[in-house]
């Protein structure tokens, strides 16, 4: 997933090609018909988009949330968001190992944090 703010912009999807070397396509935003937790229905993928001015999902996966003053929150654990306007509508932080078992999470709004280089402020 690619994402501006709050705006998803588009999906890369790695595919198995000729002898099992993996490769990439690309979906964008405006060519999604449907989305649900299980599938993905586009009109069309295209091979390249333009990604340096986004934010890519797994840059974002698995770093730390920063409070206010200084403290850890927990790491962010997935990206929520709308299947019909494509918006990110929260991101799940989870507080510890103990919290992943439990399924104990915290979800933040976009609102709510700020992404740095190596970690997010809330």
């Given at each position: 997933?690619?994402?501006?703010?709050?705006?998803?912009?588009?999906?890369?999807?790695?595919?198995?090609?000729?002898?099992?070397?993996?490769?990439?396509?690309?979906?964008?935003?405006?060519?999604?018909?449907?989305?649900?937790?299980?599938?993905?229905?586009?009109?069309?993928?295209?091979?390249?988009?333009?990604?340096?001015?986004?934010?890519?999902?797994?840059?974002?996966?698995?770093?730390?949330?920063?409070?206010?003053?200084?403290?850890?929150?927990?790491?962010?654990?997935?990206?929520?968001?709308?299947?019909?306007?494509?918006?990110?509508?929260?991101?799940?932080?989870?507080?510890?190992?103990?919290?992943?078992?439990?399924?104990?999470?915290?979800?933040?709004?976009?609102?709510?944090?700020?992404?740095?280089?190596n970690k997010?402020?809330?």
């Amino acid at each position: 997933m690619f994402f501006l703010d709050s705006n998803i912009h588009g999906f890369q999807i790695q595919k198995n090609a000729i002898f099992r070397v993996p490769s990439n396509i690309y979906i964008l935003a405006n060519d999604v018909e449907s989305v649900n937790n299980e599938l993905l229905i586009v009109s069309r993928s295209v091979l390249y988009i333009e990604q340096s001015y986004l934010v890519k999902a797994d840059e974002i996966l698995s770093k730390e949330v920063i409070g206010e003053g200084g403290n850890l929150i927990g790491i962010v654990d997935d990206i929520l968001f709308d299947s019909e306007s494509l918006k990110i509508t929260g991101y799940e932080v989870v507080e510890s190992i103990w919290s992943y078992i439990k399924n104990k999470k915290i979800i933040l709004s976009p609102e709510e944090i700020i992404l740095k280089e190596n970690k997010i402020l809330s």
